[in-house]
Nanobody, 120 residues
């Protein structure tokens, strides 16, 4: 059973930093790509960072230069380093991506999310 578990969220002051983690486990064959999304109540989910299988990264304009996505292949864990946080970065952050399992199934899996609150 594939599971994605996000962690690292919390309350931080404007200008501060957080590092989110997305640990992927459970019968994984390949992780084809991964994205970090965020959602605020009443608004649509926003893709803030993504990493295809070649390890390159793409960022939303709203976070470019402040957020960095990385991956630890040995741990099947993805990270989102968030610096210079702004109040408008407040949201629930999710990781989600297409994963192929050892049983031959391939679909998009996602985690439950972690709350990031930026406030003074």
């Amino acid at each position: 059973q594939v599971q994605l578990v996000e962690s690292g969220g919390g309350l931080v002051r404007p200008g501060g930093s957080l590092r989110l983690s997305c640990a992927v486990s459970g019968g994984i064959f390949t992780i084809d790509a991964m994205g970090w999304y965020r959602q605020v109540p009443g608004k649509s989910r926003e893709l803030v960072a993504s990493m295809p299988s070649d390890g390159s990264t793409n960022y939303a304009d709203s976070v470019k230069g402040r957020f960095t996505m990385s991956r630890d292949n040995a741990k099947n864990t993805f990270y989102l380093q968030m610096n210079s946080l702004k109040v408008e970065d407040t949201a629930v952050y999710f990781c989600s991506g297409p994963i192929a399992t050892m049983t031959g199934r391939r679909r998009v899996y996602g985690g439950q999310g972690t709350q990031v609150t930026v406030s003074s």
